[in-house]
């Protein structure tokens, strides 16, 4: 089984809900957590884990053998990124722009263009405890962080509950890296800004057509507007975590909020439970 914890904006207590019930799951079912919020992967300030294996990651991009290449421009006349640019002339390329699709490579009728790795980033594996642990991280400047999040989610192992971390928003990141998942927790807070944003978040994954719910995080800081707008959806609100100045301090700290409150744990296990239980019958 596969969760993806997301949210329509940052800050909403994503991180905390993700390494929570991964950290309470992994204590029963062997469990593994993905961080793919590669821009800012923070997941490893709180689980602490043990590194045992990094692994850089590339993307192709083009090599142009000028001896070879005749200046014809069908490669720029491909390219919808101008990675590579041909103006009747040797061709220009831009690495950071090329999203390693290969065309270039396969429309040159002089064979004059292979392709090279380019590192964007590593991708770290280890433990933290019995939970298994991946993380990416990106390249500072990078500006393309999906081929890192797909080479974070070939760590899925059918055997293992995959726990992943999803980018904040509702670009391109995050479409990556909860593409293919089995369910969608929705993490919001109940304000108006949490309230625009998770509809947003809402519409991205029916877009996708992914099972979700919503876990509304410091509760009671605002108003009942994301609990009326979840009834009218039909949306359902999986938990509600209260504002609760001992969490404020545990994450302040980069603890555990299940160490920190009595009883939390066993809520993330029934939340595990439940989704186990939706899922076995979806």
Same mark, same amino acid.
Request: hydrophobic share 40%; net charge negative; with cysteine.
């Given at each position: ?6 949210? =329509? ?5 994503? !991180? !905390? *809900? ?21 821009? %800012?992967?923070?997941?490893? *300030? ?6 045992? @294996?990094?692994?850089?990651? =590339? #993307? ?29 002339? @040797? ?15 396969? #429309? ?10 380019? %590192? ?28 890192? *999040?797909?080479?974070?989610? !070939? ?49 991205? #994954? ?9 876990? #509304? ?66």
């Amino acid at each position: 089984m596969q969760i993806a914890i997301a949210s =329509g904006k940052g800050g909403t207590g994503k !991180t !905390t *809900i993700a390494t929570n019930l991964a950290w309470s799951v992994s204590s029963h079912r062997p469990t593994r957590l993905l961080d793919c919020d590669v821009e %800012e992967p923070n997941c490893h *300030i709180f689980l602490n884990p043990e590194i045992e @294996k990094t692994d850089t990651v =590339g #993307v192709p991009v083009p090599l142009v053998d000028t001896e070879k290449c005749t200046g014809c421009g069908k490669c720029g006349e491909l390219c919808q990124y101008s990675a590579i640019v041909s103006m009747k002339s @040797k061709p220009l390329t831009f690495p950071e722009l090329c999203h390693g699709c290969g065309g270039c490579s396969l #429309v040159c009728p002089a064979d004059a263009i292979t392709e090279v790795d380019r %590192e964007v980033g590593v991708v770290e594996s280890g433990k933290a405890g019995k939970l298994k642990f991946v993380r990416g991280l990106l390249r500072i400047g990078e500006a393309m962080s999906p081929p890192l *999040i797909r080479a974070v989610k !070939t760590f899925i192992d059918e055997d293992l509950l995959t726990i992943i971390d999803a980018p904040p928003g509702t670009s391109c990141p995050v479409i990556e890296a909860i593409r293919g998942v089995d369910y969608v927790i929705l993490v919001t807070e109940p304000t108006p800004f949490g309230l625009n944003d998770l509809i947003l978040a809402v519409e991205t #994954v029916r877009q996708l057509r992914i099972p979700f719910g919503v876990i #509304v995080n410091r509760a009671g800081i605002g108003d009942q507007e994301v609990q009326a707008y979840c009834e009218k959806e039909k949306i359902p609100i999986l938990l509600e975590l209260p504002d609760d100045r001992r969490i404020a301090e545990a994450y302040s700290r980069g603890e555990m909020a299940v160490n920190a409150i009595a009883g939390l744990q066993d809520k993330f296990n029934s939340l595990y439970a439940e989704l186990a239980e939706y899922l076995n019958e979806y």
